[in-house]
T-cell receptor, first 117, second 116 residues
């Protein structure tokens, strides 16, 4: 069965600190995609990144970086030098691509990040 | 690019009213649209998946007669909450995806539904 676990419910940091949001997933498919979305207080979900199961290269985009490790089924997200505007709920999600799958997203429970000035 | 518009953003209405929520992909053709429900401080729960011109596929436990979904074109899907009751109050979010399942879903801004 597919499942995404974000064990950290809430994280609070002070501005300029680095913070890592954990994501662990379970799937039987060999082909799948992992995503991170940001949900600020206004409610909309903002797409951050997509990673396929065959590409374990880490990715960096500005202050954001992602560490994908298939051996531990983890796809962790690090924000470097956090800012108040990073305060939001962050969701990790899994999309299975095996036969019969529609590619629907299975979301983790979300991690609420609060960055204090 | 990849803008999804959801309307209305907020609805307050009396119990028994039917409410229609629209989801439009503004700058791309959405072969698949999804409808989610989110309770306060909770994750998104997928309600149904709809492909243009086909009947929606509902997740287990979601009443299809209660939550009517129409995906009449490649840019528009609607969710109608029929005879809404207070327990239907929630945050409803749609998403749209172009192409296959490996493409990211792009989300609307959500609709906060409050049934009195």
């Amino acid at each position: 069965a597919q499942k995404v676990t974000q064990a950290q419910t809430e994280i609070s940091v002070v501005e300029k600190e680095d913070v890592t949001l954990d994501c662990v997933y379970e799937t039987r498919d060999t082909t799948y995609y992992l995503f991170w979305y940001k949900q600020p207080p206004s409610g909309e979900l903002v797409f951050l990144i997509r990673r396929n199961s065959f590409d374990e290269q880490n990715e960096i985009s500005g202050r954001y970086s992602w560490n994908f490790q298939k051996s531990t089924s983890s796809f962790n997200f690090t924000i470097t030098a956090s800012q108040v505007v990073d305060s939001a709920v962050y969701f990790c999600a899994l999309s299975e691509m095996g036969s019969g799958n529609t590619g629907k997203l299975i979301f983790g429970q979300g991690t609420t990040l609060q960055v204090k000035p | 690019g990849a803008v999804v518009s959801q309307h209305p953003s907020r609805v307050i209405c009396k119990s028994g009213t039917s409410v229609k929520i629209e989801c439009r992909s503004l700058d791309f053709q959405a072969t698949t649209m999804f409808w989610y429900r989110q309770f306060p401080k909770k994750s998104l729960m997928l309600m149904a998946t709809s492909n243009e011109g086909s009947k929606a596929t509902y997740e287990q436990g979601v009443e299809k007669d209660k939550f009517l979904i129409n995906h009449a074109s490649l840019t528009l899907s609607t969710l109608t909450v029929t005879s809404a009751h207070p327990e239907d109050s929630s945050f409803y979010i749609c998403s749209a995806r172009a192409g296959q399942g490996n493409q990211p879903q792009h989300f609307g801004d959500g609709t906060r539904l409050s049934i009195l």
